[in-house]
């Protein structure tokens, strides 16, 4: 099918959230039947496909041009007294996780007196570690 206005105001208003009764009301077709058909056609699902390609791309350079912005206000976070402990913890653990990856399983420790936590550990230092080694690449 050839791809009229409607078609990509369509996709536009799918990408903004919108349910499909919304969809169809903002685009003046009757039948939510419709709506479906265009689901199914390969050049819809192409420009669909397409729209969100570029919405997550657009998203993510927008993102990495303000991700020195974010690190610097989790350094503020962390570095506050008044931050909580508990957010402290969760921002750490959220920049280890995108430095390093996610694990993805859990090992199991079997003799907890082996684990031993460094007290002297420093927060700022680490941040700053990883910022180095981030350098250039996509956060």
Known sequence: MKLEKKHYEAIELELEGCSISEICRRVGINSRQT???????????SALDKARDDFQKSTNNYIKSKATNYINKIEELISNPKTSEKTKSDLLKYMVNRALGVPTSKQEIHNIEEVKVDEEFDMSQFLKDVKESNKGREI
């Not at 199914?40 to 699902?45: E, L, Q, R, S």
């Open 35 to 45: 709506y479906y058909n265009w689901k199914k056609d390969k050049d819809y699902i």
